[in-house]
């Protein structure tokens, strides 16, 4: 029969006790009387989730910390029981939580294969068959008939997956655990995976890199507060949720740094409306944007009636007060836009060259030497790759291009 998995209206409830001892003072004073009250609190960690995985099905679990992916897995693992609901699974499960957990320092590689397969319900003839192919696959040497504790990190962790794969599990299930040795191994753990799903077999994957759902994975779950809120396309749903993440950190980022957004008005309805951080050709503000790419920003100024003709001053500073550049847009209102109230300037970086960290950008309106308005707000620049040999303000001088509408 076909490996199978069917989750119905599963939930897990984490109770936890604590007693808090009380005293009376006047009690505790003529008898020595002390109460103790206890606390019971309760957490949901799998909240109703439904769902079938069918054979040949390689799904990833994504989702924050705390959302539930584990104790998901835990109890299609049968590691845990259900609180309601129940989850039935067809076929042999193997669950790894922990890569390498088990294995015997003061055995060899070899005899630690035998002892693994024994622990998994294989009879030695069975192990014999696939011995050869997982110290292969180890790429251990000579190695496989030292004892374990003569071997670093990534050799314990390629036998043991080495006899993960090995041993034919027809549900795999993996959490957390995708780093295995160097990137040579990895890639061919990787087409391990992949040829045991070809096979028939269910693999359960749970994981914060989202490159590796996408590329390891034909379905992809999204895990919030212990509900399913997405299951489809492990591209749809990995950009969704990234999505979600962002939206969250840039509202984090405007609150821990909330002292550097603000916006003041010192001339009668002279005032900078709006700063918005925009990628090129898109018009949704952001407050985390990435290096090297085309990025805009967006001003709105508003002008009162009778004032002389305004420069805008557009300052870019570190989080730390350190300022990167100044530019002065002298005289930006033409004759024609004088009676215009209200102006824009798009100010763009293609590419930006910020380098990663908290920024401040702020912009004045200023006749002569009186500021009659400024606005400022914050961004944050991410880059996939730091710079070797530190983390420079600045990766070259900045250009910018300066549009007015």
């Avoid at 590689?109 to 050869?132: A, F, H, K, M, S």
Wanted: hydrophobic share 40%.
């Amino acid at each position: 029969m076909s490996p199978r998995i069917e989750v119905s209206h599963a939930t897990k409830v984490y109770t936890t006790s604590s007693t808090e001892r009380t005293i009376s003072i006047a009690r505790a004073f003529l008898w020595g009387d002390l109460k103790n009250r206890t606390q019971v609190s309760s957490r949901v960690a799998v909240d109703d989730v439904s769902l079938s995985i069918q054979s040949g099905e390689r799904v990833g679990i994504i989702g924050r910390n705390g959302a539930g992916k584990s104790t998901l897995v835990h109890l299609i693992a049968g590691l845990t029981d259900c609180t309601g609901g129940e989850v039935r699974v067809q076929g042999r499960v193997t669950a790894v939580m922990t890569l390498g957990l088990g294995l015997r320092e003061d055995l060899t590689g070899r005899e630690n294969i035998y002892l693994d397969g024994e622990v998994q319900g294989r009879t030695r003839g069975e192990v014999e068959q696939v011995i050869e192919e997982i110290i292969q696959f180890a790429e251990l040497g000579e190695f496989i008939d030292y004892p374990l504790r003569t071997y670093s990190t990534g050799m314990k962790a390629r036998l043991a997956f080495s006899m993960l794969v090995h041993i034919q599990p027809e549900i795999l299930i993996i959490d957390e655990i995708l780093a295995v040795g160097d990137a040579k191994f990895s890639s061919k753990a990787q087409k391990k995976f992949l040829e045991i799903c070809e096979r028939g077999m269910i693999h359960v994957l749970v994981s914060h890199s989202m490159a590796s759902i996408v590329e390891m994975c034909s379905r992809c779950l999204w895990m919030e507060k212990g509900r399913v809120i997405m299951d489809g396309d492990p591209a749809a749903v990995t950009e969704a949720y990234l999505e979600s993440v962002r939206r969250d950190e840039e509202g984090q980022l405007k609150k821990i740094y909330r002292q550097f957004v603000r916006a003041e008005s010192f001339g009668q309805g002279c005032q900078v409306s709006r700063i918005d951080v925009t990628y090129a050709g898109e018009s949704e503000p952001r407050n985390i944007v990435e290096a090297h790419s085309k990025v805009e920003f967006h001003v709105e100024l508003e002008i009162g009636d009778g004032v002389e003709m305004p420069d805008a001053i557009i300052r870019w500073t570190r989080g730390d007060g350190l300022l990167l550049d100044e530019r002065r847009v002298a005289e930006f209102l033409d004759g024609s836009a004088r009676r215009q109230p209200r102006k824009f300037l798009v100010l763009q970086m293609f590419p930006l060259i910020l380098a990663a960290g908290v920024y401040v950008v702020e912009v004045s309106l200023v006749s002569g030497n009186q500021v009659l308005a400024r606005r400022s707000t914050i961004f944050e620049v991410t880059v996939r790759v730091l710079p070797i040999g530190g983390r420079p303000i600045l990766l070259f001088d900045p250009e910018w291009e300066v549009e007015s509408k």
